[in-house]
């Protein structure tokens, strides 16, 4: 019989359950909680950071997010963090269910409406060895993998197909939701019958890069399935555990989802404004010593914004900071280092969470520290115009008097 635990990655009190030894290392080693031995043959399980589930043989994990962020958010967070073009209707996954079937679900939807005027086909370049002339002659591979022979011939040409990109990411999303154990019957049915209507598309290899495809106007009706699909081979997997057991997981870390979100959606809302906005901003604290080998002070700024090739703009995401009921301390003290070393007045600091912005101005400085709230519970368009708010702000207060107070857009 399924046992199913739902947790709140912030849950502090642990719960017990009697796991074999089996079940305890798989889901170990998943990373999505953290499992100590207690008396009698039980193991107490925690939430350790990341959000999502794991199912190991009969027992069935999940560890949802703070703020009663839905699976539908999750994924808007993810996708858009991957590509702004993602809208909020390309998730339709149903908050009642577990993830597993919401994800399915979701699945299922966007791809039954992709193949709704059939399945794409387009072409793509081969190169074979025939018989006959097909396309052009590989005159250089003909003469140095042949040389003086007339047939086989190396040959290039242009296969109109169904086995393009954008189908084998869609097949091998659904063959991995097909090794979910325990979707309702129906579920199951439908991913077989997509799986069939791909039949000629070769499948996707573990370990190998997915393949490249790029949004057209020939392959529209797929977008959102395939940004979905996407997310599922990115986080999910389905594999064989320790004895018979199958593990089958789909864990993300939440702090890297808000950064990458904040990064992206940022990006997003000052390429209105002049100048570049770049991620991962490398800078160091301290000076050049001029000694040879030295290494230096290093840090990466989660997003600067530069105007005329110089640093205007300092953000910073912090997913953590709405878990405290203040910031911690070393959260000022990293953004006092960025203004120093990029010789900037303010510096943002985003956080996720709710309640107004504030300004800190750093005592016998000429710093100040902007919390600015993002509430990860809002609506997508909420959250898109939040973060236009966070830009506007911040362009204001760059375009006005250095001395002045940052003009917070609440």
């Known amino acids: 019989m399924l046992r199913h635990l739902v947790l709140d990655e912030l849950q ?32 107490v399980i925690l939430p350790c950071g990341p959000v999502g589930a794991v199912q190991v043989g009969e027992l069935l994990v999940e560890v949802k997010p703070k703020a009663k962020v839905g699976l539908s958010r999750l994924l808007f967070l993810l996708g858009y963090a991957r590509n702004p073009g993602f809208r909020p209707d390309d998730v339709t996954g149903l908050e009642d269910k577990d993830l597993f079937s919401a994800l399915a679900e979701s699945l299922v939807r966007q791809a039954e409406r992709a193949f709704s005027q059939g399945v794409l086909n387009g072409y793509v370049s081969v190169d ?27 040959v290039s040409y242009d296969d109109f197909t169904v086995d393009i990109p954008e189908n084998r990411i869609l097949r091998g999303a659904i063959r991995l939701m097909l090794h979910l154990p325990r979707l309702s019957g129906d579920l199951q049915a439908r991913l077989g019958h997509l799986d069939a209507k791909l039949d000629g598309v070769a499948l996707l290899r573990p370990g190998r890069a997915r393949p490249v495809w790029r949004e057209t106007r020939l392959n529209d009706r797929y977008v959102p399935a395939l940004r979905l699909a996407e997310i599922i081979l990115q986080n999910m997997s389905a594999e064989a ?20 979100f904040v990064t992206t959606a940022l ?12 991620a991962q901003y490398e800078t160091y604290l301290d000076e050049e010593d001029g000694r040879p080998n030295a290494k230096r002070v290093q840090m990466y700024v989660d997003v600067v914004h ?40 303010v510096a943002w600091l985003v956080y996720a969470g709710s309640g107004p912005s504030r300004t800190r101005r750093i005592r016998n400085s000429e710093v100040s520290i902007v919390e600015f709230p993002i509430d990860v519970s809002q609506t997508p368009e909420m959250l898109l115009v939040r973060v236009q708010r966070l830009a ?19």
Not at 21 to 43: K, N, Q
Not at 241 to 260: H, I, K, P, W
Not at 269 to 275: R, T
Not at 320 to 331: I, R, T, W
Request: aromatic share 8%; proline share 5%; with cysteine.
């Open 306 to 345: 530069e105007i005329e090739r110089l640093p205007a703009l300092i953000f910073d995401a912090k997913y953590k900071a709405a878990s405290f009921s203040g910031y911690p301390n070393a959260d000022h003290y990293q953004m006092l280092a960025y203004c120093t070393a990029l010789r900037l007045p």
């Open 12 to 43: 502090s009190d642990s719960v017990t359950v009697e796991l074999d030894e089996e079940t305890m290392a798989s889901l170990r080693d998943t990373g999505l909680v953290s499992v100590a031995p207690a008396r009698g043959g039980r193991w």
């Open 267 to 278: 990006t997003e809302a000052l390429s209105k404004y002049p100048g570049q906005t770049m």
């Open 392 to 410: 506007d702000s911040a362009l204001r207060f760059r375009v006005g008097s250095a001395l002045a107070e940052p003009v917070l857009m609440d």
């Open 241 to 260: 555990g320790l004895g018979r057991q199958t593990v089958t997981s789909f864990v993300v870390n939440m702090a890297t989802v808000f950064e990458d």
């Open 128 to 154: 074979d060895a025939l018989r006959t002339v097909r396309g052009r002659i590989r005159v250089g591979d003909q003469m140095t993998r042949r040389p003086g022979m007339l047939i086989p011939l190396e």
